[in-house]
C-alpha cells in the first residue's frame, strides 16, 4: 500500500512539473504571460465542469457496463445450479406436495408465454398453499441426492458472485439446511411425526423460494437465451408430458 502512495505521488508531482515546463517553454518562446494566465484560468475553469461530466456521465455508464456485465456472470451460475442440482430437485420437493396439481396449471409453460406470463406466475406461487406430506414423497431418495451435491452447494455458497443475488443465496442456505439436516440423521426410516413435522418446515421453506427463483430463471432465458429456455421447457419438471426428445 505504502508503495502504491509512493507511486502515485511520483506521478502527480511529475505531471505537474511537466505542465510547469510547458508553460515555461511557451513564454520563452512567445513572451506573453498574458496569454498564458488567460488560458490557464480558463483551463482551471472548466475543470468543474469535466468533474461533472466524468463522475455523473461517465461513471453511469461504467457502472450500468458492469452491472450488465456481473449479471451475466449472476445467470451463469444460476444457470449451472439449476442444470447441476435445481431442476432435479425441484422434482425431488414437488413429490411432498399435497397440491402439487394446482401448481402444474401454472407452471407449465410453452412458446407462447411472454414475459409478464412468468410475472403472472410469480404472483400466483404467493397464494399457493404449499401442504407438505413428508411421508407422501421419497425422503431417501432426497436425502441420498442432497449429500451427493452437497460439495457442489457449498462451492455457490462460497462463490461470490452469488453474494449481489441475496434472495438466491438465501435459497441456496435453506436447500443447505435440509441437507444438513438429512445427513444428520442416519436413516429416515422410521422416524417419529414430531421430526417428520420440523422436516416438512423445512422443505415447505425451500420448496417455496425456489420455485420463484426458478421461474424468474425461466424468464430470463425465455427473453435472452430462446434456446436454453426450449431445453428447459422441455425438461420441466411441473410438465408430466415432457420430454427432451424434440417431436
Not at 410475472?119 to 442432497?146: C, M, T, V, W
Request: charged content about 20%.
Amino acid at each position: 500500500m505504502r508503495k502504491h502512495v509512493q507511486w502515485q505521488i511520483l506521478l502527480i508531482a511529475g505531471l505537474v512539473g511537466l505542465s510547469a515546463a510547458l508553460y515555461f517553454v511557451h513564454y520563452l518562446i512567445f513572451r506573453d504571460p498574458h496569454h498564458i494566465f488567460l488560458y490557464l484560468i480558463g483551463d482551471i475553469a472548466f475543470i468543474p465542469m469535466d468533474v461533472l461530466l466524468v463522475t455523473l456521465v461517465l461513471h453511469q455508464i461504467i457502472t450500468r457496463h458492469e452491472k450488465q456485465v456481473m449479471l451475466k456472470k449472476m445467470n451463469m451460475v444460476i444457470g449451472a445450479f439449476f442444470s447441476e442440482s435445481g431442476t432435479q430437485l425441484l422434482r425431488l420437493f414437488s413429490g411432498f406436495d399435497r397440491n402439487q396439481g394446482d401448481l402444474r396449471h401454472e407452471l407449465v409453460f410453452d412458446r407462447s408465454w411472454v414475459q409478464a406470463d412468468f410475472d403472472r406466475a410469480i404472483s400466483a406461487l404467493k397464494n399457493h398453499e404449499f401442504s407438505i406430506d413428508p411421508q407422501k414423497g421419497n425422503l431417501k431418495a432426497l436425502r441420498e441426492f442432497l449429500i451427493f451435491h452437497r460439495t457442489f452447494l457449498l462451492t455457490l455458497l462460497e462463490n461470490p458472485i452469488l453474494l449481489e443475488h441475496e434472495e438466491f443465496t438465501s435459497m441456496l442456505w435453506c436447500v443447505f439446511h435440509i441437507a444438513e439436516e438429512l445427513s444428520a440423521r442416519s436413516s429416515v426410516e422410521d422416524l417419529p411425526a414430531s421430526d417428520l413435522e420440523h422436516l416438512s418446515g423445512d422443505i415447505k421453506r425451500a420448496y417455496g423460494v425456489l420455485i420463484v427463483q426458478w421461474l424468474r430463471y425461466m424468464k430470463h432465458l425465455h427473453k435472452d437465451y430462446p434456446y436454453l429456455f426450449s431445453l428447459a421447457m422441455r425438461m420441466n419438471p411441473f410438465d408430466a408430458k415432457a420430454s427432451v426428445v424434440v417431436k
